[in-house]
């Protein structure tokens, strides 16, 4: 019956064929989660919005205070928060924009759009919150200038950092996951984090895999940058970071990154 509804004979796949098929996952247009950094013209004519990276959503009080006093000035004295904790500056005049930004970096934020250092979200962790096991603003930091100057990236990266399986930063949406847990190093322990790939949303939806399990946070920079290494050399043109892990089995991604700690 589904031959007639097909107009077409079914065709009997052999068990390579099927593995073939099954591994068969078309390259996805890149994101543009962090488009929002630099300056955009609003709907509003004349008016523009200035997206400012903030590392991990963490601001001096001299930071906030500054560009609470910049909105004021050439704004209108609306801060706008992001998912991505970055934070937006809006109905700015494009006379404005040049100071403005000179402003905002002078306070030490930057407005360049960063593949890495613009989508890199965090938790509280373990300064603020009980139930972390991990310095999860610390460390994204730290993994942010350590993959910027080594890994620069030609599409958006999104890595989340989360303390506890509450998943706050929700680790298993991201391009990369890092869920916090102490691991066992000699009598005592250390901080370290579970490590996930390829997790998306919206139309890209998909619950990240895991490649790693318990990696001290010494050796997570390292296996970072190679993995990060491996798709900016191996991954097809325009191919999202998320479609080149979900088209590599689990086990080809654990000797890459293990194939890191070893390199050490
Ligand atoms: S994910 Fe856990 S550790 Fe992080 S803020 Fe939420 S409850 Fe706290």
């Not at 909105?71 to 924009?97: A, H, M």
Request: proline share 5%.
């Amino acid at each position: 019956a589904v031959e007639e509804d097909l107009n077409s004979p079914l065709i009997k796949l052999n068990a390579s064929e099927i593995t073939l098929l099954r591994s068969w996952n078309p390259p996805q247009p890149v994101a543009t989660e962090h488009a929002h950094i630099g300056s955009h013209p609003q709907k509003q004519e004349g008016l523009f919005y200035v997206g400012i990276g903030i590392p991990a959503g963490v601001l001096t009080p001299e930071q906030l205070n500054g560009l609470a006093d910049l909105s004021d000035r050439f704004g209108n004295g609306e801060l706008r928060l992001t998912v991505w904790q970055n934070l937006l500056i809006p109905n700015v005049t494009k006379e404005d924009l040049d100071s403005l930004t000179r402003e905002v970096v002078a306070l030490g934020l930057h407005v360049e759009p960063s593949n890495i250092r613009s989508g890199v979200i965090a938790c509280t962790g373990n300064s603020y919150c009980k139930f972390a096991s991990a310095n999860t603003k610390g460390h994204a930091r730290e993994l942010m200038d350590y993959l910027e100057e080594r890994c620069p990236m030609e599409c958006p990266i999104n890595i989340h950092l989360t303390g506890c399986s509450h998943s706050c930063a929700q680790h298993y949406i991201g391009d990369i996951g890092l869920l916090a847990t102490q691991v066992k190093s000699g009598d005592t322990t250390k901080e370290g984090y579970h490590v996930f790939v390829g997790g998306g949303f919206g139309d890209k939806k998909e619950i990240g895999r895991q490649i790693a399990k318990a990696v001290a946070f010494d050796d997570l920079p390292l296996m970072l940058e190679r993995l990060l290494k491996k798709f900016n050399s191996d991954s097809w043109p325009q191919e999202s970071f998320q479609s080149f892990t979900q088209r590599q089995s689990v086990e080809t991604m654990e000797d890459w990154i293990h194939a890191a700690t070893e390199m050490k």
